[in-house]
């Protein structure tokens, strides 16, 4: 560091004195900084605003820090507030420590622990519009922040900040927050004012950025998790949110049943005292319409707050009812449902209807988060020396049906995935092991190598529940009655999804074991060889991407019709042999390292039937309706290097052609029916991620309550309405009889029932929820893998089925041809979660390869790429991409 001159020391003391004295009350307000209010209708201040007032505040008052936490996905700074009492700053290593070493209570005595709760600061985490469209918490945290550092509090502010140490994070989700903001702005003041976008506001993940938060995909969620697990080891957490217009005004917890039993039940005492309270401020402060108890469950669902629970820390959520963006809205007290109208003990004071604004929303979530730092400071010692308890209650208390362990064997399909899977558990705080030696555990061999999850460690719930195949609970809105959805998920089991191998491990066994430092990768070999074939095996993920970064390069490539004897192993039917040429040579090193992944050689095909693979041109369908799952294809595509491009409604239609306006007189002459337009010059695959079909065609959804909720969605500009239409369809069909390949995902596959003529239809389309019913669980398959779509899956595979099909095939007319490459059991369908009438899917098709000409059609009912989390069923898109030429 520099010296500073004398004079200027002079100057800064003199400073720090005035501002000591109250003298220099230098903090600008928000509303001076913005030119508006804070919640003013219809005005917002974007991320770039937001991200400058607080930089300015952390300059202005030495009670604030501004640290970055990491990058987010289009590469905007993410910031974080540190605000705390100016004598915490400069401790602020020690604080974080403290909490830290409370968390992890190996080798801390009770009164060790009481000594150190007693001297640490409690950490309060307030994350902000994860949901980049729900605007008014990121508005807020910049009136939050002024508030706490110039008193503007119903409490003693400066004497608060001196227990606590508040981390606001005022946007999760900056590139969202400045495209809602932007579109907002373009609109405001039309008939498209407050509308929602026609793209996601997450560039990847859009709603679904709060469903990521076991598996990391996405920078923003890495940065928070970093935050939470990593550095700073807050006991408080609340992540700030907006829900449905004309409920309840406000949502805090406590949440509703069904509880993950894996919670410690501290968790839930502490997130109900902060709730409480948060309720109590509420009204005496005169705000009503404060529901708790309903709607979010306490079943880990992958959210951001209900992460936190997994990690013995108090996670909660505030859900305020929306306006439009930033445009008010009037609420008839007629449009209130019955359950928001009458008192209950979990709603008792009613909201009577009327105007709702940006600034009643402020207001609330103002009031509620001081409530919470009033909490937090209350509660300080407390609340360090619970996360001392409950970690105690980890790490020695067995809790009912707790197994002693999770073995993930060395020996596993794909190995790649499996090291990912070690990663991710890692980054998200699980201790692992690994054994020096082999061993036997409930009576299974593991080899050494083998890894091993101790059940028993500080953060486990969290390991637990990622690991275990969930069970949730057979709920009835009557005895006999319809199932009660769960909120979102029901099971997310990680080796199922990613096709895993892991055995849960009920008694103690005998194991030299060490702890993992760090994720342990192969050493890459690459293949010595100069002629012949390198090959790729189709049973990791890994092979089909570095068979893209080499088809790029030009690389020839076929796939082997069976298995591949190779030297001490048998590579699965369908692995790649790419011609060893010095090209390939060169560039196999470095991609076989960055994909953790190994080869073998063939000095010759050795007569092997195969077929050749070409670089395949990909489109992938974008609506105009910010499709999440359409997200997760192009994340998973990006992840793997597999080029794209997008293709929207008007690419499905021959240029010049122009829709007609509504209400355009038809033309005395009915034109010439239009040549469909020539896909098949442009792409090779075109693939549908899971989409409504009728959305796809028209750009309308179906169902009941498409009425009710454009009520509060309003409408958008005319270029983004409508779908792919009838000569969209008319485009698809020519483009398969040329040879080009449709994949449907899931709920698109409706699109090759109906329109493109496959010989299916979906058994579930007029089954109602009494019979049938599964809300995101982990089914079981059986699975052709002899067959191109099935190529290096295993015989039985576990997948993510969710709004999914389950089909019914029959003998198809001329010119077609279908294989039923994967389909569900007979019996024991459920791996992970909730199934009723498991019947009506029993030995239906779950994946159907059809051929019609010279194309073909593949329809791939489950979800394949469940947001980025279902490796185990990649394979089955990744092979229709890489589909074996025809001889
Ligand atoms: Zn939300």
Same mark, same amino acid.
């Given at each position: 560091m520099r010296r500073l001159p004398a004079l200027m020391t002079v100057v800064l003391t003199v400073l720090a004195l005035c501002s000591a004295a109250g003298l220099l009350s230098a903090q600008t307000p928000p509303e001076k900084f913005l030119g508006f209010k804070v919640g003013t209708d219809r005005k917002l201040a974007d991320y770039s605003q937001i991200q400058a007032y607080f930089e300015k505040l952390g300059q202005e008052s030495p009670k604030v820090k501004i640290v970055d936490i990491g990058k987010s996905t289009l590469g905007k700074t993410m910031i974080m507030a540190v605000i705390t009492a100016e004598e915490n700053m400069a401790k602020l290593d020690t604080y974080r420590d403290v909490a830290r070493r409370l968390k992890?209570?190996?080798?801390?005595s009770p009164d060790e622990a009481r000594k150190l709760a007693a001297e640490g600061k409690s950490i309060l985490l307030i994350t902000c519009s994860?949901?980049?469209?729900?605007?008014a918490a990121s508005q807020m945290s910049m009136e939050l922040a002024y508030d706490l550092v110039t008193g503007k509090?119903?409490?003693?502010a400066d004497a608060v900040l001196k227990d606590v140490i508040v981390l606001l994070? &005022?946007?999760? !989700?900056p590139d969202g927050n400045q495209m809602v903001v932007d579109w907002y702005r373009k609109y405001v003041?039309?008939?498209?004012?407050g509308g929602s976008m026609?793209?996601?506001?997450?560039?990847?993940?859009?709603?679904d950025n709060n469903r990521d938060w076991f598996m990391f995909n996405l920078l923003e969620t890495q940065a928070v998790t970093k935050v939470l697990y990593q550095d700073w080891f807050p006991q408080v957490h609340i992540d700030e949110h907006q829900q449905g217009s004309?409920?309840?005004?406000l949502f805090i917890p406590p949440f509703m049943d069904? &509880?993950?039993? !894996?919670?410690?039940?501290m968790v839930w005492r502490e997130v109900n005292l902060c709730g409480t309270n948060m309720a109590y401020d509420l009204q005496k402060n005169g705000f009503t319409g404060v529901v708790n108890?309903?709607?979010?469950?306490?079943?880990?669902?992958?959210a951001c707050d209900d992460t936190s629970w997994l990690h013995n820390t108090i996670g909660l959520l505030s859900e305020a009812a929306s306006v439009r963006i930033a445009t008010p809205i009037y609420i008839e007290p007629?449009?209130?449902p019955t359950s928001f109208v009458e008192k209950r003990m979990d709603f008792v004071d009613p909201w009577p209807g009327g105007w709702w604004r940006l600034r009643d929303i402020v207001d609330y979530e103002l009031t509620l988060t001081k409530s919470l730092v009033k909490t937090a400071a209350l509660y300080r010692s407390d609340l360090l020396y619970a996360s001392y308890l409950m970690s105690k209650t980890s790490v020695e208390k067995t809790q009912t049906g707790q197994p002693h362990a999770f073995v993930i064997s060395a020996?596993?399909?794909d190995y790649p995935t499996t090291l990912k899977m070690l990663e991710v558990l890692r980054f998200g705080g699980v201790e692992i092991h690994r054994s020096k030696a082999s061993f036997v555990a409930d009576g299974r061999y593991y080899p050494a190598g083998s890894f091993v999850v101790l059940?028993?460690?500080?953060y486990k719930a969290y390991a637990w529940a990622l690991l275990e195949k969930q069970k949730y609970p057979d709920m009835r809105?009557?005895?006999?009655?319809?199932p009660v959805p769960?909120?979102?998920?029901?099971?997310?089991t990680l080796p199922l999804q990613m096709g895993v191998s892991c055995d849960e491990i009920e008694r103690p066994f005998e194991a030299d074991l060490v702890k993992l430092e760090a994720v342990p990768y192969p050493a890459v070999q690459a293949p010595a060889a100069s002629e012949g074939f390198v090959v790729l095996d189709s049973r990791a993920n890994a092979s089909y991407a570095i068979v893209f970064a080499l088809l790029k390069d030009k690389a020839e490539v076929y796939r082997s019709k069976g298995p591949v004897t190779l030297q001490g192993a048998t590579a699965a039917p369908g692995s790649f042999l790419v011609k060893n040429t010095a090209g390939v040579r060169k560039a196999l090193p470095a991609l076989l390292e960055k994909w953790h992944s190994s080869a073998g050689v063939l000095?010759?095909?050795?007569g092997l039937e195969k077929a050749a693979v070409k670089n395949p041109r990909i489109a992938i369908y974008q609506s105009w309706r910010s499709n999440m799952d359409e997200g997760w294809t192009r994340y998973v595509f990006d992840d793997m290097g597999i080029p794209f491009t997008i293709l929207h409604?008007?690419?499905?239609?021959?240029?010049?052609e122009k829709t007609a306006a509504k209400g355009a007189k038809p033309a005395a002459k009915p034109a010439a029916k239009p040549k469909p337009v020539d896909l098949k010059a442009k792409f090779d695959v075109i693939l549908f991620a899971s989409e409504d079909a009728e959305l796809i065609k028209t750009g309308r959804r179906g169902g009941p309550n498409a009425a009710r909720f454009s009520r509060f969605m309003g409408s958008m500009p005319p270029e983004y309405?409508?779908?792919?239409?009838d000569e969209g369809v008319a485009a698809l069909k020519s483009f398969v009889e040329e040879g080009g390949i449709v994949v449907t995902l899931n709920a698109a596959c409706g699109l090759g029932f109906g329109?493109?003529?496959?010989p299916a239809r979906n058994?579930?389309?007029?089954?109602d929820r009494t019979k049938f019913f599964c809300p995101t669980s982990i089914l079981k398959l059986t699975v052709d893998n002899t067959t191109p779509i099935g190529y290096?899956?295993?015989e039985e595979a576990a997948a993510v089925f969710a709004g999914s099909v389950a089909m019914d095939t029959w003998t198809?007319?001329?010119?077609w041809d279908r294989k039923v490459v994967a389909s569900f059991p007979?019996?024991?369908?459920?791996?992970?979660g909730w199934l009723l009438g498991g019947d009506a899917i029993a030995?239906?098709?779950?994946v159907v390869d059809t051929s019609y000409k010279k194309g073909r059609i593949i329809l791939?009912?489950?979800?394949?790429q469940h947001r980025a989390?279902?490796?185990?069923?990649?394979k089955f898109f990744l092979n229709a991409l890489l589909y074996p030429e025809a001889k």
């Open positions: 992890d209570s190996r080798g801390l994860l949901h980049a469209s729900e605007v509090t119903p409490f003693d994070v &005022p946007s999760h !989700n003041g039309t008939k498209y004012e026609p793209w996601l506001y997450h560039v990847y993940a859009g709603h004309n409920g309840g005004r069904p &509880p993950l039993p !894996n919670i410690q039940p108890g309903r709607s979010y469950t306490a079943w880990w669902i992958g007629t449009e209130l020996e596993q399909a059940v028993a460690q500080p809105e009557y005895p006999g009655g319809p769960p909120y979102d998920n029901a099971a997310w000095s010759s095909d050795q409604n008007a690419d499905f239609k021959a240029p010049g309405e409508g779908g792919i239409g329109d493109l003529g496959v058994a579930l389309e007029r089954v290096g899956m295993p198809p007319p001329f010119d007979e019996d024991d369908i459920l791996l992970s030995r239906k098709a779950a791939i009912g489950i979800r394949s989390e279902s490796y185990g069923t990649y």
